[in-house]
């Protein structure tokens, strides 16, 4: 019996090993939508792997929501801004996409300045607070 239930342990522990090796080496690959298989595994060996996969998905859901807005604006496009609420350095990410998406409102009230200097409207200045190239542009 004894014999048994340490096989048992074993393979519990291979097959942890197994799925936790699948998911760094897909990681690694940038194939960040692979998830390890709880199923393979019982009570506190799935607990693990369960907990691999949910701190896969915390980074995950940031990481594609700063993708998409920079997405956004190399099209030219200026989002609203980034309003769901996270933690800790993930917010510092959401905070630096914020302060871009403030600066292209810099871009874009320039933009509409320049229209009417173009046809000799001189009546508008730009009256935001900008910084950098922005600033220099106002």
Do not use: W
């Not at 607990?47 to 996969?53: A, K, L, P, S, Y």
């Not at 594609?64 to 996270?86: L, Q, R, V």
């Not at 173009?118 to 600033?135: K, L």
């Amino acid at each position: 019996v004894l014999i048994n239930n340490l096989m048992s342990v074993r393979s519990s522990i291979d097959t942890l090993l197994e799925e936790s090796e699948k998911l760094s080496a897909a990681t690694a690959d940038g194939n960040l939508s692979y998830r390890a298989d709880t199923g393979k595994l019982n009570g506190s060996y799935s607990n693990i792997i369960q907990g691999f996969n949910n701190s896969l998905n915390y980074v995950v859901g940031p990481l594609m929501t700063a993708a998409s807005y920079i997405e956004e604006i190399g099209k030219g496009e200026i989002p609203d801004k980034i309003t769901a609420e996270h933690k800790g350095d993930f917010d510092d990410i959401k905070k630096s996409i914020n302060s871009c998406i403030d600066g292209l409102g810099g871009l874009k009230e320039g933009s509409l300045i320049l229209k009417k200097m173009s046809n000799n409207d001189y009546s508008e200045q730009v009256h935001g607070s900008y910084h950098g190239i922005f600033a220099e542009m106002k």
